[in-house]
Each structure stands twice: as structure tokens, then as C-alpha cells.
């Protein structure tokens, strides 16, 4: 019995310990995350210096820099002084578009996809897409020169583009409906 008690005793003092803190088995320092953003860094780099060596080896074409990180030229340029309307948020564009390599190679070809309606900002629309198409009036066609990063990014479009793909796009604006008219007539 004596010992039962001592034995009670015991427990109900061990009991009464205030729990410690559990530390973790390792520490990450962060480098992976580190190691990560080196790799994107690069990757990038490369991706840029392959868009302007196949834009140097077009010389005939005049290509223009997005502010967005991205490259264009016009195949149809719109040359009314009427037409000066750009895309804004809210607004609907009627568009179409495919899809091809660096290379010229079709991902997507001409007439594959079918004619897209898309509110501006309101809507998912890869990057690049969404941010080129607030460049456009009326009626032009726009090739658009997009880094992975701008396009399908790491996981690619989960059919024909694969992870970390630059494109291009070309795309044509047939109409641009503004959100207020599209407001009244709801």
C-alpha cells in the first residue's frame, strides 16, 4: 500500500509539470526559396535572349516593347483617326486568336479557336493575353511575342503547351463593346 501511495504521489507530481516548447528537428535557412528565385531569374533570361534573337533575325519587322514585359509587332494596323479606343476594365472584346511556338510552329492554329467574348479584368484570361489586348483598337491584328511567365507559366496550358513555354499569339480585335452600354441593355 505504501508503495501505491508513493507511486501516486509520483504521477501527480509529474502531472503538474508545465508543458515546454517543441523545437523544430531542422531549420531552413531559406535557401531553397533562394536557390528557387536564382533558377526563375535565369530561366527568364534565357527565355528573353531566345525572343530577341528570333526578333533579330526578323529584321523587316518592327517590333515594339510592352511595359508589361512582353513583345509585339502589327499585322494590321488600324489607320483611322476615328478609331482610338482602347480596351478599358469592365468592357467586352470579341477577338480571336491562336497560338504557335517561337518558331512559327502552330500550338493552336487560325480558325481552331473559336471567337472569344471577354470582360476586360472581370474574366481568367492568361497575363500576357489579358495585358496585350488593352494595347489594341478596332479591327487590328497584333502578334505578340510572350515569355512563359506572361503565358501559360509553370504548369502550361495542361494540353498542347507544355510548362515554362514562351509563345506567340497572334490576335485580332473585331469589337469592343464599353461596360456602360452593356449595363442598359441588360
Same mark, same amino acid.
Given at each position: 500500500?505504501?508503495?501505491?501511495?508513493?507511486?501516486?504521489?509520483?504521477?501527480?507530481?509529474?502531472?503538474?509539470?508545465?508543458?515546454?516548447?517543441?523545437?523544430?528537428?531542422?531549420?531552413?535557412?531559406?535557401?531553397?526559396?533562394?536557390?528557387?528565385?536564382?533558377?526563375?531569374?535565369?530561366?527568364?533570361?534565357?527565355?528573353? $535572349?531566345?525572343?530577341?534573337?528570333?526578333?533579330?533575325?526578323?529584321? $523587316?519587322?518592327?517590333?515594339?516593347?510592352?511595359? $508589361?514585359?512582353?513583345?509585339?509587332?502589327?499585322?494590321?494596323?488600324?489607320?483611322?483617326?476615328?478609331?482610338?479606343?482602347?480596351?478599358?476594365?469592365? $468592357?467586352?472584346?470579341?477577338?480571336?486568336?491562336?497560338?504557335?511556338?517561337?518558331?512559327?510552329?502552330?500550338?493552336?492554329?487560325?480558325?481552331?479557336?473559336?471567337?472569344?467574348?471577354?470582360?476586360?479584368?472581370?474574366?481568367?484570361?492568361?497575363?500576357?493575353?489579358?495585358?496585350?489586348?488593352?494595347?489594341?483598337?478596332?479591327?487590328?491584328?497584333?502578334?505578340?511575342?510572350?515569355?512563359?511567365?506572361?503565358?501559360?507559366?509553370?504548369?502550361?496550358?495542361?494540353?498542347?503547351?507544355?510548362?515554362?513555354?514562351?509563345?506567340?499569339?497572334?490576335?485580332?480585335?473585331?469589337?469592343?463593346?464599353?461596360?456602360?452600354?452593356?449595363?442598359?441593355?441588360?
Amino acid at each position: 500500500m505504501r508503495h501505491l501511495i508513493t507511486l501516486i504521489i509520483v504521477i501527480t507530481i509529474a502531472g503538474c509539470k508545465s508543458p515546454e516548447a517543441r523545437y523544430p528537428v531542422s531549420q531552413n535557412t531559406g535557401s531553397y526559396i533562394d536557390e528557387s528565385v536564382q533558377r526563375n531569374k535565369e530561366m527568364i533570361a534565357e527565355e528573353e $535572349d531566345h525572343i530577341k534573337q528570333v526578333m533579330g533575325e526578323n529584321t $523587316d519587322t518592327e517590333f515594339l516593347t510592352s511595359a $508589361d514585359g512582353f513583345w509585339y509587332y502589327y499585322n494590321e494596323k488600324s489607320t483611322d483617326s476615328t478609331n482610338t479606343r482602347t480596351p478599358e476594365f469592365g $468592357d467586352i472584346v470579341v477577338f480571336d486568336y491562336s497560338i504557335s511556338s517561337l518558331d512559327g510552329r502552330p500550338i493552336y492554329a487560325e480558325g481552331e479557336k473559336p471567337t472569344r467574348e471577354y470582360a476586360i479584368d472581370k474574366e481568367k484570361l492568361f497575363t500576357g493575353l489579358r495585358q496585350g489586348l488593352k494595347l489594341m483598337k478596332e479591327g487590328e491584328t497584333v502578334t505578340f511575342l510572350f515569355p512563359s511567365h506572361k503565358a501559360f507559366g509553370y504548369y502550361g496550358d495542361k494540353k498542347r503547351i507544355g510548362r515554362n513555354t514562351p509563345i506567340t499569339a497572334k490576335v485580332t480585335l473585331h469589337e469592343i463593346k464599353e461596360e456602360s452600354n452593356q449595363e442598359s441593355n441588360n
